[in-house]
């Protein structure tokens, strides 16, 4: 034997029984006389009705408005502006908008004074490197080297600027430089 159990997918074709009952519901759930299915239609005619007469109450006014701001100056431009200055004076006394600034003011003075502090731990490392021994004899080294090509230049004194070595040193390139003077007219031959 087998058992088969119903359930709500399973389905059986309909009969013709079942289709008279359901051409016999009544959608509306409730038993209405003419009468009263009359007076409805009637209420519903009249809603509709004041809803098209308030449509055009309400469209002659905003005629009346539009003509009332032309005549004042009010143009949607300044209309726009005036709403956006409103807009931006209450978000500025809001609440939310004082703690932002506020924690944003903070967080700025706090930023400002840790990158004046690195400045400082910066201007002082580089302190500490120009005082370190390496550091003065890489410079002694520069000296030296400044010195060294002051000398193989021509230049008779030492010290001096990199820019003044740099210029003395292109005036001996230019004076040791060969020109290819021609002889006087009078020593060519015929």
């Not at 088969?4 to 051409?23: H, I, N, T």
């Not at 009468?35 to 239609?41: D, G, L, P, S, T």
């Amino acid at each position: 034997m087998e058992t088969r159990q119903q359930g709500f997918l399973d389905s059986e074709p309909l009969r013709e029984a079942d289709e008279d009952l359901v051409s016999e519901v009544n959608l509306n759930n409730s038993v209405m006389t003419e009468e009263e299915r009359e007076e409805i239609q009637q209420e519903l005619a009249k809603l509709e009705e004041e809803i098209n007469t308030l449509r055009q109450v309400l469209s002659s006014k905003e005629k009346q408005h539009a003509e009332l701001k032309q005549k004042l100056g009010i143009s949607p431009l300044s209309e726009l502006r005036s709403n956006f200055s409103r807009g931006w004076h209450d978000m500025q006394s809001s609440v939310a908008y004082k703690k932002t600034s506020e924690t944003l003011s903070t967080a700025g003075q706090r930023t400002s004074a840790a990158f004046s502090n690195l400045g400082t731990a910066i201007t002082r490392k580089f302190g500490d490197m120009r005082n370190s021994p390496s550091f003065r004899s890489f410079e002694e080294k520069v000296e030296n080297t400044v010195s060294t090509i002051k000398t193989k230049v021509g230049a008779t004194g030492t010290g001096g600027s990199f820019e003044e070595v740099l210029s003395s040193a292109a005036n001996a390139s230019s004076q040791d430089t060969p020109t290819n003077n021609l002889t006087d007219s009078s020593e060519r031959p015929c």
